[in-house]
Structure formats: structure tokens, C-alpha cells
């Protein structure tokens, strides 16, 4: 499902790749980022802007003499079908995890793992690679915990709320979340910038399981058990 | 739990068996969703268009922002339907060679007084400014002005009945989409005959477009020539949204 999320969110992308801040942004306001992701860039597929009478210089309009490549008929309808595949397990997640205090537990940093030198110890060890043996579970690493619970608490709820604050339908409900996230395209911007936070997650935690060995640590993920 | 603070096996299959018989049940929800056509993703889209007609207010109305708001707005799609050489295309460069004066807009279907409205009769209605943001499904947004008439005023004009169900509309490029009875009766949804203080421009829709703030820009359709009031869902045939592999309702 995070795959399917991750490449119907990349098509979507595609199809204009450029990225603002603010409430609005499109191909005729300067962009804050763009990429130069073939075949909608550069988007320069206009006529000559013409200001709108009697508005400001800068409401004009101008009109596109290309149509862009498009597979956002599907790409958005299986982004938000795989959306909801994971929000209601995630939902499931959080309210089980919160009730057993696996979070409590296990996922949270405890005073004692945020103290200067534990995390000076971990830096080092991490640093060196060295890494401690698969437990195929918890208890956690210090570092461990931040990243887990920066995923958990954080990236992911940024994300879902952020995707949410580009739905219309929701911001008409729920208008806090364009105050939250300053704008519509403000939103589109974090939301891009957590997939990236997470993709970065997932690879580290690709590279530590397997450093920390491989088998243990699947076995734990999947039936729970060490051997 | 078999061991402290350990979620068991279990458990996350009793949540998850709850979590299935509650999806099922709410896919029951009663209202009528569109067909699937046997798709995945229409399944997901009407999913969607159920979670968001449960769980947002009906009456919530889109943001609306100050004249000093209004960007840069490109127009896109269609931006002139008197391209081609189809009979619609014909009928419109008719109409605008005579300035809109012999264009009427057609509203018929489950109605008591089917009917076809000017352009003035239209502007005789009361009228609503908004000044909204359109979010393109491309993910580009704009803020523009709108002036019209609210869709509710032309279904009480033409005496909608109470079987009425979905708002079905048809442009001169060809489109043909529809709403629901929530959103064609919000107040914010309105066919609108003026945009940023002008007359529409052509390529903005002109002479009339609608607007439905609380989804995607799509079905804020342009060039509109029709509205049929129907008490089943119609899919509009080839020319239909859904039918080029669209959601119907698209408020995400």
C-alpha cells in the first residue's frame, strides 16, 4: 500500500511538477521548487497573460495551448483507495497501541534514553556500525525510539492530515486545516516533503534490519516470534 | 494479552474482523452511490464520496477570500467550444456570433415547469459573489471571483420535485456530469455569468459556467447548455467523466 501511495503519488506529481507555498500556485505564479520531471516541464505551453479588466496587474490569465500529459483519472483514485487501506489499519494501530501501552512501553523515549551521554554513546555506535544484535523486537535503542516515534507521531500524521487539506470537500468541513498548514499549497509542499522524510526512514530501517540480521528481525515483524 | 504490554495476534485479528464488519456495513450506507463497473477504483472513490457525505457537515461552506485575493488563473480544458465541427461547436459560434442573446439555457427532467432560461432571465434571479479558490486535480489552485445565480434558485424557478435526486449538467465542449441534491442545493453552488467583476470570458467557461466549490475543478463545469433533474444516477453516457475513468464525486 505505501508503495502503491508512493508511485500513484509520484504520477500525480508528474502531471504538474511544481510546488508553492502560500493558499495558490499555478503555472502562472513563480513556483518554490520545480522539477524538472519530463513531459509537463517546462510548463511554458501558454499564450501571452492578459490582466483580467479592472482587477490588480497581477490577476491575469492566459490560456494553454498544450493539453499536459495526464493519468490522474486513476492516479488519484488509487492514491486514495491505498490512503484508506492504510488509514483504517493505521486507525487499528494507534487505538491498539495505545490500549496494550505498547507506545507507552516501547516507543516513547524514556528520560533515561534522552540523557547526554546514552545518546553520545548511541551517536558513536552508530557512527562505527555498530550495531546491536536483532532482539526481533523491543526493547528499543534510544535512536530507535525518536525515529519510531517521528514516524509514528509526526511524519504519518502530517501526511494524512496535509493529503486532507488538498481535498476541497475537507477544507470546506475542517478550515483549520488551511490555517495549519498555511494554504492549500502550502499543504502540497509538506505533504511532498513527508513522503521524502519517510522514504528516508524506510531506508535506514532497510539498512539497520539487515545489519542487525536480516532473519530475526523479519521473523520478529511478521509472527512475533525470535526463532 | 500474553505478555505485558505485547499486542497479541489475536487481538489484531478481532480489531480487524470489527474494522471489516463496520467497512461492509457502512458501504450499505443508504444513500445511492454510483456503479462500480466492477472497479477497484470506483469502489475507493465511492468509499470516499460515503466517508465524506458521513463525516463533513453538508452546509459547510468552502473558504471564501477578499477581491485583493485573486491570482493568476489559467484557463485550461476546453477554451473555445466553437472549435470542431460537431453540431454542438456549430450551435456555439452561432450563438456567440449574436453575443449570447440567443442562448438559453435548458432545464428539464423532474421539474414542473421545464423550461429554458436567457441570459437575462437568469440575472433576474438573485445573485451570489463568491470569491473562491478552484483546485485543479492536476494540483494547481487559483482564486478567482465569481457572480451568479445559485443553482438552488433555477431548480425552485423551474419547480423541482421532491423525488429529485442529481443535478445532471452538459456543456457545448461535450462534457456531461452531475451532482448530488447536497451539493446542488448549497449555497455556494452557482451557475456563474460573471467572473473577477466581468462578464465570464470564453475561455473561462463563458457565456455560463457552474461552480461546485466543495470539489475538485473538474466538475465546475464550463459552456454549460443543459441541466436535467433526474431521481436516478445517470452516468452521462461516453461523454460522462466517470465514463473517461474519472470519480464522480471528487471533494479529495
Redesign the interface.
Known sequence: MALTLAVSGFL??R??P?LYWG???????PALIEFPIAPNYPSDS?TE?AR?????A???????TRE?W?Q???A???H??AA?LLI??G??YL???LS???F???LVPRSTDLAGPVLKRELIDHLRFRIAPATG??AYGAFQKIAYSGVVFLVVPVIILSGLT??????????WL?DLFGG??SA?TIHFFGFVGLVGFVAVHVVMVVLSGFGTQLRGMTI?RKE | ?NQ????S?R??IA??LT?AGG?AAYLRWPGTLPPTYGN??????N??YAA?RV???RN????E?S???????????T?DPGLGDTPLAETYRRLRAAEFADWRLVVEGRVARPQAFSLADLKRLPSRTQVT?H?????????GQWTGVPLRAVLEAAGILSTARFVKYSAYDGWVDSIDMVDALHPQTILAYG????DL?I??GGPLRIRV????GYKSMKFLARLEVTDTWDDGGDAGHIR????WY???
Open positions: 500525480i506529481l502531471v504538474h511544481r493558499e495558490t500556485g499555478n503555472d502562472l505564479t501558454y497573460p483580467f479588466a479592472g482587477m490588480p497581477s490577476a491575469v490569465t492566459a490560456t494553454r499536459p495526464n490522474n483519472g486513476w488519484r483514485s488509487l486514495f483507495l484508506w483504517l489499519p486507525l487499528m487505538t491498539l497501541g496494550a501501552g505498547h507507552r512501553r516501547h523486537g523491543p488538498m481535498a476541497p470537500a475537507a477544507t470546506a468541513a475542517w478550515p488551511l492549500h499549497q502540497r512475533g | 494479552m505485558r504490554g505485547r499486542i495476534r487481538q489484531v480489531a480487524g474494522l467497512a477497484l477504483l470506483r469502489m475507493g472513490d468509499l470516499t465524506h463525516l463533513f457537515s459547510a461552506l468552502a473558504r477570500y477581491v485583493a485575493d485573486v491570482t493568476p488563473f489559467p484557463a485550461t480544458g477554451y479558490r483546485t485543479c486535480e492536476e494540483g494547481w489552485s487559483a482564486i467572473m473577477n467583476g466581468r470570458p475561455p473561462h466549490e466543495r470539489q475538485i473517461s475513468g474519472w470519480a471528487n471533494g479529495a
